[in-house]
């Protein structure tokens, strides 16, 4: 059918009901943030759908649950793709005060088990997830398939639940050190504060040393210069003209049936989970063959423990005995908070994701079986109405016209640049100041929107960001946007990049500094390059817009300051 | 004790002393005694009320009347209010004993000069050996030894107030029961009076001491109707962990023959009656006596306007601080406390 059929069909008509009008919802809510974290590169249609409702609703859930004192949780609206957050702030002093002293109940079993608590909310997910993997898609008949969509919309919806329980509480907890620990004259930019966070083992690193191992097994194999030489995809044809290939490829095979739930990029559908394609966990093994595997995160963390023990024992020689026992506990509870940060992006939005794409990819062979669409992922162009109207009888239907419309818009818009925030205030500053600030909600505050960057005109430099992990680095730009760039980037260069998720970790490894446009200091990028001490600067706004790859740049973290040494 | 002295100072007296002199007197001499300054007074002790209703023969009053009322269990508030008004009325219009009044006036004269004052403005309050708090009557700013005697009547047949009464009864005691001890302190004159906690009473913190404050006498904050000045004290380092002016529209203060509630002048409403180095000194007072007593303690302060400070902080009373919600003072406590505290900030 052609596309002029319905020609007014357009890609943000994608989220009935949360598409971003700026007419109604910035006279409603003052100011609309842009999730710059979260949606750059923009979304897809269906990813938007999912994460436009299910998103704010589960930090409002969260934000009742634990009854945070001054902030309903955000409402989220879509433009284009790009996400805008707006706070539910609370006023009324009287609300706040009672909201305060439910929450402080609520708090409680967190600091007291935080641990406990997360490892029961990971069963309740993986019993989700496990029930939609046990679906045959191929087997299942279209009432299945159409339930499938119901299950995956239900198992998404309470991922974000407890992700936002989890956020909270630890959030909340780092956010209080910060602000503790500066009685004692530390901030939170300093080594000493960053120091007694360091040092935490979690899933993602234990993925990432596993990945390491099979890269060093493919070394003592003499399957090296396979790995160094040949496109991802060959390596795994290669692989089985030997033994030894064989036998890695089988092992590696297990690994991912178990690990590989796991999407390349995290906040969309739109790219391939490892177990689904392989070669894409491949190109992380050709990282760490061809670049070396001496960056031994084991023996940093050994290290990394050592100077923890010591900075929290300084600390506390400072602080009167009283209050050791809770300040102690306290930072405890922030080393877990740190590790909760990373590893629930696999639990939640890794796994999830990766479930839902297989979902809606088997969705998409029936559709295409049945001439209702051209291609199994045209179903990320189209948003769950769409689908539950023609699963039952697809052979009536054409849906060519929206999803080819949509994915031409979305191409054309993808890495298009979206202003910062709506907002009827006179700038960012005073938005941020207004309508962000008194939400107190440090899941926005610290990671999504971050701290804005204080420009220091004595330093002189070309952009400023906030510290993510102190340090100076001096060395190439390498900017990049996307996970399938990632291994463009040299051992000693400087990533410049919108943000990072989970699957970029190992990156730190290589390079010597990272500079992000977006993120907070308890974002991924700011909360990794700490672990891997790797100097960091994030919120920096106009880095990938400003530096170009080759560049040579000087990144002082601790400052916040980038200078750009030659064009 | 020496058996022929009728009438005790307070810093004579002591903890010991309780069932002689009853609670409130001999606390405020266990308080003088741990260096808390307390206003200069005399205790009366409860066997001066024995000795008044058995020679005045109110004793056998009391007694017949009770027995030919009978059966009081389950009796309405009406009957006790019956039962208050010939009980209370057999005691007050006795006259006083000759014996004791020239004693009680020795004790006042004395008081008088102590303190360099004509006619010196005392409270009169009720001192049972068991804590009945609201049962019985105080009377304040009382001048002149005539009206002192007269109220101190008053305080004993307090012991039958309709509300004392019913407590009696409900708890099934002698309807006879609480013979009181009177307190006679001098008037504190208030510019500003309170109470410290040394413990939050609502939520069991105990890290920080809880001062509550308005213009003018203590019963204007004790009785909890009004909007009061608050602060908070760190009770390690004693410095002011926060301060919240409350609107004080209404007080208690002197009135001619007594006090009385009334307006507090539209100027000082809203600000602090305490400065912060009295809120220092309450909290650092308060802390030690929680120390000495091992014990959370609630206590209550005047601040005199005729002295200087720190002599013009005066201890009215001090007692072992109850808890709304009996909090396990753990280390999560504490830290669920703080972070939820932090919301109060934006």
């Known amino acids: 059918m052609k596309e002029e059929t319905k020609g007014n069909v357009k890609l943000w008509d994608a989220v009935p009901g949360y598409d971003f009008d700026e007419k109604i919802d910035v006279p409603e809510m003052r100011s609309y943030f842009h999730d710059g974290v979260h949606s750059v590169p923009r979304l897809t249609p269906m990813y938007s759908w999912f994460y436009g409702r299910a998103n704010p609703v589960g930090s409002q859930y969260a934000s009742e649950t634990l009854s945070i004192p001054t902030c309903k949780g955000w409402s989220q609206k879509i433009k284009d793709g790009s996400t805008y957050v707006a706070m539910h702030i609370i006023q009324d002093k009287e609300e706040i005060d009672k909201r305060a002293a439910k929450f402080k109940e609520a708090l409680v079993p967190w600091i007291d088990d935080f641990d406990g608590l997360w490892e029961g909310y990971k069963k309740e997910l993986i019993g989700l997830y496990d029930h939609l993997k046990s679906l045959d898609l191929e087997k299942a008949t279209n009432i299945d398939l159409l339930h499938h969509l119901w299950d995956m919309i239900r198992t998404y919806r309470r991922m974000w639940e407890i992700h936002f329980l989890g956020m909270y509480t630890s959030m909340s907890a780092l956010a209080l050190i910060e602000e503790q620990v500066a009685r004692f004259g530390l901030t939170a930019e300093s080594p000493e504060f960053q120091n007694m966070f360091r040092g935490f083992d979690n899933k993602v690193f234990q993925v990432d040393k596993q990945m390491s191992e099979f890269a060093q097994a493919a070394v003592r194999s003499g399957l090296s210069d396979l790995f160094k030489n040949d496109k991802a995809e060959d390596v795994l044809l290669k692989l089985d003209e030997s033994d030894a290939g064989r036998k890695w490829k089988k092992d590696f095979h297990e690994f991912l049936k178990v690990e590989g739930w796991r999407m390349v990029r995290m906040m969309d559908f739109n790219e391939p989970y490892w177990l689904e394609e392989p070669s894409t966990a491949i190109s992380v093994i050709q990282t760490f063959v061809s670049k070396g595997t001496d960056f031994n995160l084991d023996e940093v963390r050994l290290k990394s423990i050592e100077e923890r023990e010591k900075a929290i024992t300084e600390l506390l020689q400072k602080v009167p005995e009283g209050e050791r026992e809770w300040l102690r506990a306290l930072i405890n509870l922030g080393g877990k908070a740190g590790s909760y940060s990373e590893e629930h992006d696999l639990y939640c939005e890794l796994y999830s994701h990766a479930l839902i794409r297989r979902g809606l990819l088997g969705i998409g062979r029936r559709l295409v079986q049945a001439g209702t669409i051209d291609k199994p992922d045209d179903t990320l162009f189209l948003n769950p109405d769409e689908i539950e109207q023609v699963m039952l009888a697809p052979e009536f239907h054409k849906l060519q016209y929206i999803a080819n419309r949509r994915r031409a818009d979305w191409e054309r818009l993808r890495f298009k640049e979206t202003p910062p925030v709506f907002t009827e205030r006179a700038d960012m500053n005073e938005a941020v100041g207004k309508d962000l600030i008194p939400s107190g909600d440090v899941i926005i505050i610290k990671l999504v929107v971050g701290e804005m960057p204080k420009v220091k005109p004595e330093l002189k430099a070309d952009i400023y960001g906030v510290c993510g992990a102190p340090g100076v680095a001096e060395g190439k730009a390498r900017v990049i946007f996307t996970y399938e760039q990632l291994h463009e980037v040299l051992p000693g260069e400087i990533l410049v990049c919108p943000g990072t998720n989970p699957a970029w970790t190992p990156i730190f490894g290589v390079v010597k500094g990272v500079v992000a446009d977006r993120g907070g200091t308890l974002s991924h990028t700011a909360i990794v390059g700490r672990e891997y001490q790797v100097p960091t600067i994030v919120n920096c706004f106009e880095g990938t817009e400003k530096i170009k790859t080759g560049m040579k740049i000087r990144v002082d973290a601790t400052q916040g300051a980038i200078y750009i040494l030659s064009k | ?346």
């Open chain 2, 1 to 346: 004790m020496h058996s022929k002295k009728l009438i005790f100072w307070f810093d004579e007296l002591g903890k010991e002393h309780n069932d002689i002199v009853g609670k409130k007197c001999a606390n405020l001499g266990e308080m003088a005694r741990m260096g808390l300054s307390v206003p200069p007074g005399f205790a009366i002790p409860i066997d001066i009320y024995r000795k008044f209703i058995k020679e005045t023969g109110a004793e056998d009053e009391i007694s017949s009347y009770i027995k030919e009322f009978g059966d009081t269990k389950g009796a309405g508030i009406q009957v006790f209010e019956e039962m208050s008004e010939n009980l209370r009325g057999a005691i007050d219009e006795k006259e006083m004993l000759p014996s004791l009044g020239e004693c009680i006036a020795s004790y006042y004269t004395e008081l008088c000069n102590r303190t360099g004052k004509e006619n010196v403005a005392v409270s009169v309050r009720s001192s049972g050996t068991e804590s009945r708090p609201g049962m019985f009557e105080t009377y304040l700013n009382v001048c002149g030894i005539e009206e002192l005697l007269e109220k101190i009547k008053k305080v004993w047949s307090s012991t039958f107030t309709p509300r004392a009464i019913a407590f009696r009864v409900n708890k099934g005691l002698p309807v006879l029961g609480d013979e009181l001890g009177v307190a006679v302190p001098k008037m504190v004159n208030a510019r500003a009076s309170g109470i410290a906690f040394t413990v939050n009473p609502i939520d069991g913190d105990s890290s920080k001491i809880t001062i509550e404050a308005n213009w003018g006498l203590g019963e204007g904050v004790v009785s909890g109707a009004e909007s009061v000045d608050l602060f908070e004290v760190d009770k390690n380092t004693l410095e002011i962990a926060s301060k919240h002016a409350g609107n004080k529209r209404r007080g208690v203060f002197y009135t001619e023959t007594g006090a009385d509630w009334a307006d507090v002048p539209a100027g000082i409403q809203c600000i602090p009656c305490i400065i912060d180095e009295e809120v220092i000194e309450i909290a650092k007072v308060a802390k030690s006596a929680e120390e000495i007593l091992e014990s959370p303690q609630d206590m209550e302060w005047a601040i005199d306007q005729d002295t200087d400070f720190p002599q013009n902080i005066f201890w009215l009373q001090t007692r072992p601080a109850k808890v709304a919600i009996k909090k396990v003072d753990s280390a999560a406590n504490h830290i669920a406390d703080l972070m939820a505290k932090k919301f109060r900030g934006f």
